[in-house]
């Protein structure tokens, strides 16, 4: 089992708003990373840190914490969107040791 | 830019050592703040992370492999080595290596830049 726990799966009518989470008490400490992956690609960082975009993710993705939950927020999802989401961070004792989530499929309808 | 990519053996066999090489360029794992990962994905399942090293040589290992994973770095080849002894089935899985972010140890740690991964299959 991971330190870090996601919804299997997720789903969003085309231009609506959708949040996936992710729980786990390490995120009362430390904030979550999350990653986007399409059908055979290579995971792509879309969030990191306080509500931090790398370059080239579209501004519709934002990210927040609440207590031992962190949420990525898509505003206004578009059918590109529709992937596997995975966060990650540290692990819950304190080694500060990187865990993953299982992963959320988002379809977008 | 910064690239990484994965190679090795595309098969083992069961009780084999696997060695797998992560050549990268467009950064320094000599810089403060900046580590290379490994992570795995079995066909069909979720990312699972291995190994990360640290700019200061620094590795942390996941609890549940530990004893089977060693992570080394070449900085002079822009390499880093990941061996996993004992292989069997169920480490099936594409490998990848990820760049992490250049940012304080004791904060989250955030893969910017993955490699195309290399599949893996344990087989006799």
């Known amino acids: 089992s991971s330190d870090l726990t996601q919804d299997p799966v997720v789903s969003v009518a085309l231009g609506q708003t959708v949040r996936i989470t992710c729980q786990g008490d390490?995120?009362?400490?430390?904030?979550a990373s999350w990653y986007q992956q399409r059908p055979g690609q290579a995971p792509v960082l879309v969030m990191f840190g306080y509500n931090n975009r790398p370059s080239g993710i579209p501004d519709r993705f934002s990210g927040s914490t609440s207590g031992n939950t962190a949420s990525l927020t898509i505003t206004g999802a578009q059918a590109e969107d529709e992937g596997d989401y995975y966060c990650n961070s540290r692990d819950s004792t304190g080694r500060q040791l990187v865990v993953f989530g299982g992963g959320t499929k988002l379809t977008v309808l | 830019q910064i690239t990484l990519k994965e190679s090795g053996p595309a098969l083992v066999k069961p009780t084999e050592t696997l060695t797998l090489t992560c050549t990268f360029s467009g950064f320094s794992l000599s810089t403060t703040g900046v580590g290379v990962g490994w992570i795995r994905q079995p066909p069909g399942k979720a990312l699972e992370w291995l190994t990360l090293?640290?700019?200061?040589?620094?590795?942390r290992y996941s609890p549940s492999l530990q004893s089977r994973l060693t992570v080394t770095a070449d900085t002079s080849k822009n390499q880093v080595v990941l061996t996993m002894t004992n292989m069997a089935s169920v480490d099936t899985a594409t490998y990848y290596c990820?760049?992490?972010?250049?940012?304080?140890?004791?904060?989250?740690?955030?893969?910017?830049?993955w490699g195309q991964g290399t599949m893996v299959t344990v087989s006799s």
């Open positions: 090293i640290y700019w200061d040589d620094e590795k």
């Open positions: 990820a760049h992490r972010r250049p940012m304080p140890r004791g904060v989250n740690d955030a893969f910017d830049i």
């Open positions: 390490s995120l009362r400490k430390y904030y």
